[in-house]
């Protein structure tokens, strides 16, 4: 049934967007075909990266930078190395539950319920965006609505809708790289259909045989601002990752 509906779909939509030769060259996919491309390039058994996180207030810009590592979708570990006021504040996340440790008041509390919702530092990222980092095609159905010219390259829209639901968004619209099966652009909806996100990916890298997106530039699309960029300046997969760092000694 899949490849029927992509066939229909390929039908309706390809011709006029592309020459003959080149429909005629076009691997027929589904929508799921495509979403797992994109999670095998998203997703690793483990990832150690150090970023840059530059928030762009309405009256100011400030930059945070933060070396992480994680394990699968269960474990993460952040921790923060500067501005000085932000130096030294941690973040850990198992199995859901999350803690953040701040120096200043030398104080760990854990975040949890609709603290999950409020933005991190400032920025137009929820703890519940930072959180999320299940497989695609664990947690949504996707279907294959069209195609488009996106930053130069050959893009596949998708349309996400959730078969889950402890997730943050209900559907997403995703702009796919049609040849590296990376997406370049992600719009994330309430299950009423409000807008409430948008993600701008780019600076597409080749790293240890995967295409990465190296910056993502988010946008609350209930907030004032022109949005927070988030730089991956360095990351490695599949790296060897110490259990002590995913424990709760790991925050002091």
Do not use: C
């Amino acid at each position: 049934m899949k490849i029927f509906t992509f066939a229909l779909l390929t039908a309706i939509l390809l011709p006029g967007s592309l020459p003959a030769s080149a429909r005629s060259s076009q691997p027929y996919q589904s929508g799921e075909a495509i979403l797992r491309k994109v999670d095998q390039n998203l997703s690793s058994k483990n990832r150690i990266f150090e970023s840059t996180m530059v928030i762009h207030g309405r009256r100011s810009t400030r930059s945070v930078t933060s070396r992480s590592w994680s394990e699968s979708d269960k474990k993460s570990f952040s921790e923060y190395l500067s501005p000085a006021s932000e130096a030294g504040t941690k973040m850990l996340k198992l199995e859901g539950q999350l803690w953040i440790y701040t120096p200043a008041a030398d104080r760990t509390i854990q975040i949890s319920g609709h603290m999950l919702r409020q933005s991190v530092m400032g920025s137009d990222l929820s703890y519940e965006d930072m959180m999320e980092d299940r497989k695609l095609t664990d947690i949504y159905d996707s279907r294959i609505t069209g195609r488009d010219t996106l930053q130069g390259r050959d893009v596949i829209l998708l349309e996400l809708t959730a078969r889950v639901t402890d997730v943050a968004y209900h559907r997403q619209k995703m702009w796919v790289d049609a040849e590296r099966s990376v997406p370049l652009r992600q719009e994330m909806y309430a299950k009423s259909g409000q807008l409430l996100k948008r993600m701008e990916l780019s600076d597409v890298e080749r790293i240890q045989g995967r295409w990465f997106p190296k910056t993502m530039i988010y946008k609350d699309m209930l907030k004032e601002g022109k949005g927070t960029e988030f730089r991956i300046t360095k990351i490695q997969f599949d790296a060897v990752i110490p259990d002590h760092v995913f424990s709760k000694a790991s925050l002091r």
